[in-house]
T-cell receptor
Framework: AQKVTQAQTEISVVEKEDVTLDCVYE???????LFWYKQPPSGELVFLIR??????QNEISGRYSWNFQKSTSSFNFTITASQVVDSAVYFC???????????FGTGTRLLVSP | DTGVSQNPRHKITKRGQNVTFRCDPI?????LYWYRQTLGQGPEFLTY????????KSRLLSDRFSAERPKGSFSTLEIQRTEQGDSAMYLC?????????????FGPGTRLTVL
């Protein structure tokens, strides 16, 4: 069965601090895909990144970076030098090759104060 | 290129009434998904279409729920005889199949409140 766990319910940081959001997943498939979405107060889910299970290279996009480790079934997300605009709920999600649906974690609420 | 749009954005209804939501996907996206999100939770999959064919339905989708995508473009989600437990945000997403897993882009959602 597919499962995504985001153990951190809420994180509060001060602007310019670095913050890491944890994501642990469970799947029986060897081919799967991992995603991060951002949900700002407006409510719309914004796609951030997609990784497939065969690509363990870490990725950096501006202040965002992602660390994918199959050995620990984790796909963690780091924001460097956080900004107030980063305040949102962040969701990690999993999809197996045989199913098209996304299975989401419960989300981590990030609060960045000035 | 416009994103996924959903109407209405908010709907308040009385228990027992029927409601219908509409989703317009990104142009030329062949897949369309419906999810439901309750407070403090991540979205949960309800159903998805590839073109006009409904390919998968979650067990969450009771007999009171029905979804259509008649011409492979926009989709509607109808809830009959609404219950208070149906109160949630209903999210629509679309994607373009391109070998392997496609990326789903979400609309702003329809927030349903059942009184």
């Amino acid at each position: 069965a597919q499962k995504v766990t985001q153990a951190q319910t809420e994180i509060s940081v001060v602007e310019k601090e670095d913050v890491t959001l944890d994501c642990v997943y469970e799947t029986r498939d060897t081919t799967y895909y991992l995603f991060w979405y951002k949900q700002p107060p407006s409510g719309e889910l914004v796609f951030l990144i997609r990784r497939n299970s065969f690509d363990e290279q870490n990725e950096i996009s501006g202040r965002y970076s992602w660390n994918f480790q199959k050995s620990t079934s984790s796909f963690n997300f780091t924001i460097t030098a956080s900004q107030v605009v980063d305040s949102a709920v962040y969701f990690c999600a999993l999809s197996e090759a045989s199913f098209q649906k996304l299975v989401f974690g419960t989300g981590t609420r990030l609060l960045v104060s000035p | 290129d416009t994103g996924v749009s959903q109407n209405p954005r908010h709907k308040i209804t009385k228990r027992g009434q029927n409601v219908t939501f509409r989703c317009d996907p990104i142009s030329e996206h062949n897949r369309l998904y419906w999810y439901r999100q309750t407070l403090g939770q991540g979205p949960e999959f309800l159903t998805y279409f590839q073109n006009e064919a409904q390919l998968e339905k979650s067990r969450l989708l009771s007999d009171r729920f029905s979804a259509e995508r008649p011409k492979g473009s926009f989709s509607t989600l109808e809830i009959q005889r609404t219950e208070q437990g149906d109160s949630a945000m209903y999210l629509c997403a679309s994607s373009l199949t391109s070998g392997g897993q496609d990326t789903q882009y979400f609309g702003p959602g329809t927030r349903l409140t059942v009184l």
